[in-house]
């Protein structure tokens, strides 16, 4: 298989990560090389092999409904890059 | 005050609760070493005035009943500490200060332990080599020039250059095991579930452990018993009867059967390792284990699967990194663009390739051709190990296919790069705890080391292993101080 700069600039897309040309260069044939090695696994048969998805084998515990931290405003606002009283503040996004 | 940083963290500690040191004179012996190493670039974030300060708050009534009276340590950056720095090695962490603190951290100073620093890695955990750290290249203490490993990098030259009496490093690939192989040094890769995940910056959530790098096992066993918690703040941290590690460690490994995986021999691999894993087998049976062949098939698909899970995990977990809530923030036209800059600008070039392939193999069209394949072929290389352990009780391989690399050698090839796990790689897709101990030199008296993979939960049966073994290897680092001047 091969990706081309049109599959990258898609992945840019979702990964919400801008691309100029020459770093979608460099990313498809990075991205080519890699998936040449990971094509490796379709040597196998795999129809009937049930998916790992935890290593462990446990079910998650149940626990009680209670609040147990409070008041964390301050410290989630804290490390915010730019805030105005208590609240993240982005571009606008509504005209 | 040199012989200080030379003693083990047993002897420390031992020295500490006989009074003959106090925790001022350690904490300022490391200090004071830190501080000549700064050509090793192992530190990111150094906190040497309150731990000087701590350490003199220790002596003026002292708990000489606690694990770690007053010693000091330096923990990976990649471990949140309450009002200090945690950077992940990433530019987008760069001015980040955690609210609150890890539960590994958390544990180890509640047995009395002084926070020194901050140690570098791989930026996200993601390398093998410490090189893609936006904080620069960590060099090796063997050599200069050398890598130290990775992504546990700061903290294998920071254990090796005796900068800290031992630390602790986190592990998705091998990046507690392959940089303690490349620096003569001990590390230990805890069974999933072990030790919390809390407070540990996020790369590949069901590979992800904490783990001990030290000097030798017995240290490696006495931090391991501390930081192995259950933790009802990480949902899959496992409830189970943890040893005391330290207090049940034995060198009696009498009747043990250890199993030598054929397909571990791998192609191109050079020769000092093969001669170096057929000692350790000798080493094995010197200390009363049987040795058996045994096979673990799906071997060679190990790395394609690893390349799949870890980036397929990654590029969820990164999506936090979007420039609003913390972390660095690049300024756009509109909201997409500022998410759009803020992540090419705040990550590295690792990181985004990464991300890339995670975000690729998720995406609508290739999730069953990729990652439903590779969680199949996960299962298959689970299997194998469970078969393993049908008869044998613990397996041997090297840590590695090879000795430290030069800083530079192998960054432009991303797949050589990822080569160097090949052998760590299975055990994080089964889960299964493995330690590496160093076991011998190449040519150019590099270290290499062993692997010792033991069944889920079996912490202490490889601890013992690789503690009679270490008797036998009487490995001896041979480090120059070249970096003091």
Redesign the interface.
């Known amino acids: 298989m091969s990706i081309d700069l049109k599959t990258i600039k898609h992945i840019s897309k979702l990964s919400r990560i801008s691309v100029d040309e020459k770093k979608a260069e460099k990313l498809a044939g990075d991205l080519n090389s890699i998936f040449d090695f990971i094509e490796k696994l379709n040597e196998l048969k795999t129809d009937n092999v049930e998916p790992l998805t935890s290593v462990a084998e446990t079910t998650l515990k149940l626990r009680s409904d209670e609040v147990k931290s409070k008041n964390l405003r301050d410290q989630v606002i804290k490390n915010s890059p730019k805030e105005n009283e208590d609240y993240f503040v982005v571009p606008k996004v509504i005209e | 005050m040199s012989d200080i940083t030379k003693q083990s963290l047993s002897e420390l500690v031992e020295n500490i609760k006989g009074k003959k040191l106090s925790s001022s004179e350690i904490t300022k012996a490391f200090v004071e070493r830190s501080e000549k190493s700064k050509e090793l670039n192992a530190y990111i974030t150094e906190d040497y005035a309150n731990a000087l300060n701590k350490a003199k708050t220790f002596d003026e009534k002292p708990n000489l009943d606690l694990k770690f009276p007053g010693i000091p340590m330096a923990v990976k950056d990649l471990f949140c500490t309450k009002d200090l720095r945690t950077t992940a090695g990433s530019k987008i962490l760069n001015?980040?200060?955690p609210?609150?603190e890890s539960t590994v951290t958390q544990n180890i100073w509640n047995e009395g332990a002084i926070l020194m620093g901050k140690l570098n890695c791989d930026e996200f955990a993601m390398g093998s080599s410490n090189e893609t750290s936006f904080f620069g290249n960590v060099q090796n203490p063997i050599d200069k020039n050398l890598v130290p490993g990775g992504s546990s990098g700061g903290s294998s030259s920071a254990v090796a250059a005796q900068l800290t009496p031992i630390t602790i490093g986190t592990d998705t690939g091998g990046s507690i095991r392959q940089p303690a192989s490349f620096t003569g040094t001990v590390g230990l890769k805890p069974t999933?579930?072990s030790c919390s995940r809390y407070g540990i910056v996020a790369f590949a959530s069901?590979l992800d452990q904490a783990g001990p790098m030290a000097q030798n096992v017995k240290d490696c066993a006495l931090l391991q018993e501390v930081i192995s918690t259950y933790d009802?703040k990480d949902?899959?941290s496992?409830?189970f009867k943890r040893n005391e590690y330290s207090k049940e460690l034995t060198k009696d490994i009498k009747g043990k059967k250890i199993g030598i995986p054929k397909e571990y021999r791998v192609d191109g691999m050079p020769k000092e390792i093969e001669v170096l894993w057929k000692k350790g087998i000798e080493y094995a049976k010197d200390c009363g284990a049987e040795i058996i062949d045994i096979s673990l098939p799906?071997t060679?698909?190990a790395?394609?699967?690893y390349?799949?899970v870890a980036p397929a995990e990654a590029?969820s977990n990164l999506?936090r990194y979007?420039?609003?809530?913390?972390?660095?923030?690049a300024e756009?036209?509109?909201?997409?663009?500022?998410?759009?800059?803020t992540?090419?600008e705040g990550?590295g070039a690792e990181v985004?390739?990464r991300?890339?392939?995670g975000?690729?193999v998720l995406?609508s069209g290739y999730y069953d051709a990729?990652y439903?394949?590779?969680?199949?072929?996960?299962?298959?290389i689970?299997n194998d190990f469970d078969d393993a352990y049908k008869k044998v009780d613990a397996i041997l391989t090297p840590s590695t296919p090879s000795s430290a690399f030069k800083i530079g050698e192998k960054t432009n090839?991303?797949?050589s790069m990822?080569l160097n796990d090949i052998f760590t790689v299975p055990v994080n897709?089964?889960?299964l705890p493995g330690i590496s101990i160093p076991a011998g030199h190449d040519a150019k008296g590099y270290p290499l080391g062993l692997q010792i993979i033991g069944k889920?939960f079996d912490e202490q049966n490889i601890l013992n292993i690789a503690y009679a073994m270490e008797e036998k290897i009487n490995f001896k680092n041979n480090i120059t101080d070249w970096w003091i001047k």
Request: proline share 3%.
């Open positions: 001015n980040f200060v609210t609150y999933y579930g069901s009802e949902s899959t496992i409830d799906h060679n698909y790395l394609p699967t390349y799949i590029s999506a979007d420039g609003v809530k913390y972390g660095f923030r756009g036209e509109n909201l997409i663009d500022m998410y759009e800059k992540r090419s990550f985004q390739r991300i890339m392939i975000t690729y995406s990729y439903l394949k590779a969680q199949k072929v996960r299962k298959l689970k090839d991303p797949v990822y897709l089964a889960g889920a």
